[in-house]
């Protein structure tokens, strides 16, 4: 029988001399992978396999998001059969291509560091470093992603003794009262007050945060409750800038005012940015502790009044300015940084009013912001500087969405919640890297035309 010898395409010299095109370089070179390197690489000639190319593997997986591939194998597969791909990723053409189990257990060793977190805080300096970030403004918001599990049934909690009825002896009070405050101290720190977070060092606030997937709640623009199994996304993004400062996954249960106080000391603490005045949130972030936050941190607080039972402030209007006699609003003036005080001047009605010269109404009304952090903030509520301010809260509604549609968010295929935090931990590492690598382009292409 007659061999018939096929020719092949190119010869094997040619194979070697392919370059890489280069698609996901301006990516790559934002991100430092050495501390991610140092920790996945191999330290002893035993266990996983030693011919490995781990550089390869973390670049891939940074492609893995910006491509959308949805799943590992899906990007295993893409490498073995897209050369060009795999020479983009930083393989070799003598590299074996890594299997599932090689990803998996990578991904397990990330999963034990924060080194995710350490590299993305470098690429935040680094930005801030060329130029590329000055924002005045930092606003924090929450968003919801759905877990790769089911939820579990749910068990059948049970039955308790009916309370015993009409009220206790003082001797059953006080031990009632004994009995409840050490309940309280034994609960999990993001179980108790928010208040509590206020003198707990950022590294325990970040440890302690439960990560496991649970049921979460909330209403939406049709005021209907909706439900889902899974996590929480909390970030804190420059209005201008759009990158994100500081990142948290939590279970899907946890409020997000607990939320707030990590995220305010990782900026304080981690980011370097003397520009920062002011952090914008939406009601749900309406509690006193986090106004005394961040009053330490020598900032302005610009969130969303949520009237929690309240009666009605007699002689001053909704936004909490004073009223004269004829209750017209003071209007807000200016913020005195030194002595912290807010100045009102007199109502423009009050010109024509028969009272003014009565001495029944003050001209100027000043009042300091430490009587009550949360009322009272600088610019005051209800000015058109404080409207300003609150419209630019849409910038980390935005950065959510664009986490979701276009970075994979929404596509978490781990079963843990240390596993879904990697996932997280890198599509918020790959978004600022993208956003550097953005911003350099626009500056190198802004230089030719200045030099042209």
Not at 256 to 266: E, M, Q, S
């Amino acid at each position: 029988m007659t061999i018939i010898r096929q020719e092949s395409l190119f010869d094997l010299h040619e194979l070697y001399q392919l370059e890489p095109t280069q698609r996901f370089e301006a990516i790559f070179s934002a991100i430092d992978i050495e501390p991610i390197f140092a920790l996945v690489t191999k330290k002893s000639r035993f266990g996983r396999p030693v011919e490995l190319n781990y550089a390869a593997m973390i670049y891939s997986l940074v492609a893995r998001i910006t491509e959308r591939i949805p799943f590992i194998k899906d990007l295993v597969k893409r490498l073995k059969n897209d050369l060009m791909f795999r020479l983009d990723c930083g393989f070799l053409v003598s590299d074996s291509v890594p299997s599932e189990a090689a990803y998996s257990r990578m991904i397990t060793i990330i999963s034990e560091s924060n080194v995710l977190e350490d590299v993305q805080e470098t690429i935040v300096h680094q930005a801030m470093t060329e130029g590329f970030i000055s924002d005045d403004t930092v606003s924090i918001d929450a968003t919801h992603f759905e877990a790769k599990d089911q939820a579990p049934p749910k068990e059948e909690k049970p039955k308790t003794e009916p309370k015993k009825r009409g009220r206790k002896s003082k001797e059953e009070r006080d031990q009632w009262l004994v009995e409840k405050a050490e309940r309280e101290a034994n609960l999990p720190l993001y179980e108790k007050k928010i208040g509590d977070q206020l003198d707990v060092p950022i590294a325990e606030l970040r440890a302690e945060i439960p990560q496991d997937p649970q049921w979460g709640v909330k209403k939406n623009s049709q005021g209907k409750n909706v439900f889902w199994y899974g996590y929480k996304a909390h970030l804190a993004v420059g209005t201008k800038s759009q990158y994100i400062f500081q990142s948290l996954l939590s279970s899907g249960n946890l409020n997000d005012g607990k939320a707030a106080i990590p995220l305010l000391k990782g900026i304080h603490e981690r980011v370097p940015l003397t520009t920062l005045r002011y952090e914008v949130m939406d009601a749900g972030y309406d509690f006193e502790p986090i106004y005394t936050q961040i009053h330490r941190m020598g900032h302005q607080a610009v969130i969303a009044y949520n009237k929690r039972n309240e009666p009605e402030h007699i002689g001053f209007d909704k936004h909490f300015a004073p009223t004269c006699v004829r209750e017209h609003s003071y209007r807000y003036d200016s913020f005195d940084k030194k002595y912290e005080t807010l100045k009102y001047t007199r109502p423009s009605e009050c010109k024509d009013c028969p009272l003014a010269n009565e001495g029944l109404c003050q001209k100027v009304y000043k009042v300091k912001i430490t009587t009550d952090l949360r009322k009272y903030t600088a610019p005051a509520r209800g000015s058109k500087a404080w409207k300003t301010l609150f419209k630019r809260r849409t910038a980390v509604e935005r950065v959510n969405a664009y986490l979701k549609e276009y970075f994979q968010l929404n596509n978490v295929r781990y079963r843990t919640g240390k596993r879904a935090k990697v996932h997280f931990d890198l599509v918020t590492l790959v978004y600022n890297a993208s956003k550097l690598a953005v911003d350099r382009i626009n500056a190198s292409l802004n230089q030719q035309q200045a030099a042209a």
